[in-house]
């Protein structure tokens, strides 16, 4: 094999020479530049890892990804929990809303108004110990009570009233207090 050495002149050798200078700088600043990076990553990597020289990286990843799995299914099980949670509750608050709604239409009869007058029709008992007293629901339909106490007896009355009125019998005056106290409430 004959190899021709004609074209290495001075010129040509002192060019590759440069060449492979330039070539051993970059390769050298590129060396220094990992080298930085290292140290820089290192000493960020101290800050998360034990001062324990014996530490093996890749089982400690494997089991940080272990641990990731179980917590990602465990917050998918809670999720699913608080899925069927919510379906539940939206069931409980619908009937608590008819409920609610059963019972305001069931207290439109019951009695919401109330109202009491005391008073002495006779001179000759002595205190407040008759009374007229209305009891009426939210559309005011209910009944006045009076009772009236003498000395020889005791008498009540009662009489129905609608739409805050006494169709069938004629209210006295106390009655009739007690009906328009009750009514503005």
Same mark, same amino acid.
């Given at each position: +094999?004959?190899?021709?050495?004609?074209?290495?002149?001075? =010129?040509? +050798?002192?060019?590759?020479?440069?060449?492979?200078?330039?070539? !051993?700088?970059?390769? !050298?600043?590129?060396?220094?530049?990992?080298?930085?990076?290292? =140290?820089? +990553? *290192?000493?960020?990597? *101290?800050?998360?890892?034990?001062?324990?020289?014996?530490?093996?990286?890749?089982?400690? &990843?494997?089991?940080? $990804?272990?641990?990731?799995?179980?917590? !990602? %299914? &465990?917050?998918?099980?809670?999720?699913?929990?608080?899925? %069927?949670?919510?379906? $539940? &509750?939206?069931?409980?608050?619908?009937?608590?809303?008819?409920?609610?709604?059963?019972?305001?239409? /069931?207290?439109?009869?019951?009695?919401?108004?109330?109202?009491?007058?005391?008073?002495?029709?006779?001179?000759?008992?002595?205190?407040?110990? #008759?009374?007229? @007293? %209305?009891?009426?629901?939210?559309? $005011?339909?209910? &009944?006045? @009570?009076?009772?009236?106490?003498?000395?020889?007896? #005791?008498? =009540?009355? %009662?009489?129905?009233?609608?739409?805050?009125? #006494?169709?069938?019998? *004629?209210?006295?005056?106390?009655?009739?207090?007690?009906?328009? *106290?009750? +009514?503005? /409430?």
């Amino acid at each position: +094999m004959n190899i021709n050495l004609e074209f290495l002149t001075p =010129s040509v +050798m002192f060019f590759g020479f440069i060449v492979y200078a330039i070539i !051993l700088l970059i390769f !050298l600043v590129w060396i220094i530049t990992l080298s930085v990076k290292l =140290s820089k +990553m *290192k000493k960020r990597l *101290k800050t998360f890892l034990p001062e324990d020289k014996k530490i093996d990286m890749e089982n400690m &990843l494997i089991e940080y $990804n272990k641990n990731v799995k179980q917590v !990602l %299914a &465990l917050q998918d099980e809670i999720l699913d929990k608080i899925e %069927a949670n919510r379906e $539940n &509750l939206a069931n409980d608050i619908e009937n608590t809303n008819k409920l609610i709604y059963l019972t305001n239409e /069931k207290l439109k009869n019951a009695v919401q108004k109330v109202a009491i007058v005391r008073y002495n029709p006779f001179e000759e008992v002595g205190g407040d110990l #008759c009374y007229a @007293i %209305a009891l009426l629901d939210e559309n $005011n339909n209910g &009944l006045v @009570i009076n009772s009236i106490y003498s000395r020889e007896a #005791c008498y =009540s009355y %009662a009489k129905e009233i609608i739409d805050g009125k #006494c169709p069938k019998h *004629k209210l006295a005056n106390e009655e009739i207090e007690a009906l328009e *106290k009750a +009514m503005k /409430k």
